[in-house]
Each structure stands twice: as structure tokens, then as C-alpha cells.
């Protein structure tokens, strides 16, 4: 028979659950190019001056012709060549402009390699599936679960042991309500259970949610209403000499959203 492993009135349950940026800049550092000087030619008679933009300028004397200066070259977005100076009418024609300064470029690249393989995530707890709550014993409610394992049957106990209060409110299922040998609001989950031994293939306490009690009995805290929010259950085992819940590393997990009760007879 379920719950003679219930130790001193206190049923327990546990609840088991580069981006390469690469920067093609481009930075072009093009030499600006120069306007060509002017190139004065004076005489006794007369001083002419001409300048011309990129050009060099000449002058034409009454006697002798100066060279003009040859221009600086234009900007180039590469290399450019500044354009020699004009022929001038009497001078020689100056000397070819400088080149714009080659453009530079520059490109970087940077990558980052990822760690090595994530760990994997936890499976997802599935829901339970209640059926409706109903009086078991003293102190214990039940509701007969939708198949969960194999082909026997799966409980939900809840007991409520308040040693002859009439205890209500609403209770964290961590802690000490996530051990067999200490919970006083219990919830433990039978998968499998045999009628025969009394033993059930897997065990489940809760590790997280809450119990609300609204009405009970003090002598017998099966006749009392409630609700069950948000519970995680974890897979656990148990050892019935000592009471003590462990739970199973790697083990299954359920959930129950929202639950309610309300058990007024035996």
C-alpha cells in the first residue's frame, strides 16, 4: 500500500528538472598638385607677368626669356602626373610637374574562432497530466496521472502533515518540502507503481513552485482545498531506512502549471 514509507507523518517529495571586419579602406593619400609659379621676365623697357594654373608662365622680355617653372602636379586618386608648364611665346617651356604621391592602401582583416562546442541544453520537463484530486488516507489527497511511463498506473500524493493544526497559506516546495524526510507540504509523483510491492519504478519530489492551502482541517489535512502553482518535479531516489530523497543526476522532470483541489469527505 502507498505511503508506509511516509516517515513520522511527513511525506516528502523532490522535484526533478568576424564577422571579419575588413577595412578595404582605401586611404589614398594622393600629393595635392601644385599651381605652377609664375615665371617673371623683366627688362630696362617693361616688367609682363602671366601666371597660368596648373601651367608654368613665361614672360616675354624685350631681350631675353626667362624658363618659367614647370606646375605641380594635380591630385590623383592613385599616382597622376602634374602637367608640364605651357610653351612659353619666347621662354622655354618649364620642366614637367611632380606626380601626385602614389596612393597608400591599407586592408586589415580581423577573424575570431569560437570556442569549442557548446554543452548541450537540458531536455524540457514534460506536464503532468491530473486527473481529479480525491481523499486517500489521512492527510493525503491523490489524483490518478495520465500515463507517464509504462502500462501501470501513476500517482500525484500530496500530503499535508500540520501535526493537529489547522494550517493554511501558501508554501515554497523548495527546501525542506523538496526532501522525504523533512517536507510538511509533500508532493511525491509515482511512476509506475505496483500495486504488489508497493514500490514504484521511479520516484519524483518537487525543486521549485508553490502549495497554497485555503481551508483544512486540523485534525485530518486531507479535507482541504488548495492550489499547486508553477511546480517543477525532479527525478529522485529514496532510501526508506533513512528517509533521505537524492536526486538522480541526469534523471527525468515534470511540470505542473496550475492545479487546484477541494476535498470536503473521506
Known amino acids: 500500500m502507498r505511503f508506509t514509507t511516509w516517515?513520522?507523518?511527513v511525506f516528502t517529495m523532490a522535484f526533478t528538472a568576424a564577422m571579419g571586419l575588413t577595412a578595404c579602406g582605401s586611404s589614398s593619400s594622393s600629393g595635392a598638385g601644385g599651381g605652377g609659379s609664375d615665371a617673371v621676365t623683366s627688362s630696362s623697357s617693361s616688367v609682363t607677368s602671366s601666371s597660368s594654373g596648373d601651367t608654368s608662365s613665361s614672360s616675354t622680355g624685350d631681350t631675353t626669356a626667362t624658363t618659367g617653372t614647370g606646375g605641380t602636379g594635380g591630385a590623383g586618386s592613385t599616382s597622376t602626373s602634374g602637367s608640364g608648364g605651357a610653351t612659353s611665346t619666347t621662354g622655354t617651356g618649364g620642366a614637367a610637374g611632380t606626380g601626385g604621391a602614389t596612393s597608400a592602401s591599407s586592408s586589415s582583416s580581423s577573424s575570431t574562432t569560437g570556442a569549442g562546442a557548446g554543452t548541450g541544453g537540458s531536455a524540457a520537463c514534460s506536464p503532468l497530466g491530473l486527473g481529479a484530486f480525491a481523499y486517500y488516507d489521512v492527510d493525503i489527497i491523490e489524483s490518478v496521472l495520465n500515463n507517464i511511463g509504462g502500462s501501470a498506473?501513476?500517482?500525484l500524493d500530496v500530503g499535508l502533515f500540520h501535526s493537529g493544526d489547522a494550517v493554511t497559506g501558501t508554501f515554497d516546495l523548495s527546501g525542506d518540502n523538496a526532501n522525504y524526510s523533512t517536507c510538511e507540504q509533500c508532493l511525491l509523483v509515482y511512476q509506475d507503481y505496483d500495486n504488489t510491492s508497493?514500490?514504484?519504478?521511479?520516484y519524483f519530489l518537487p525543486v521549485s513552485g508553490s502549495l497554497a492551502i485555503t481551508?483544512?482541517?486540523a485534525d485530518d489535512g486531507a479535507l482541504?482545498?488548495?492550489t499547486l502553482t508553477n511546480v517543477k518535479l525532479v527525478e529522485v531516489t529514496i532510501d526508506f531506512t533513512t528517509f533521505e530523497s537524492t536526486v538522480v543526476s541526469g534523471g527525468g522532470c515534470y511540470t505542473i502549471d496550475t492545479a487546484s483541489w477541494s476535498v470536503t469527505s473521506m
Open 153 to 155: 498506473t501513476d500517482y
Open 224 to 226: 482541504s482545498a488548495g
Open 7 to 9: 516517515f513520522g507523518g
Open 198 to 202: 508497493g514500490a514504484a519504478a521511479k
Open 215 to 217: 481551508t483544512t482541517d
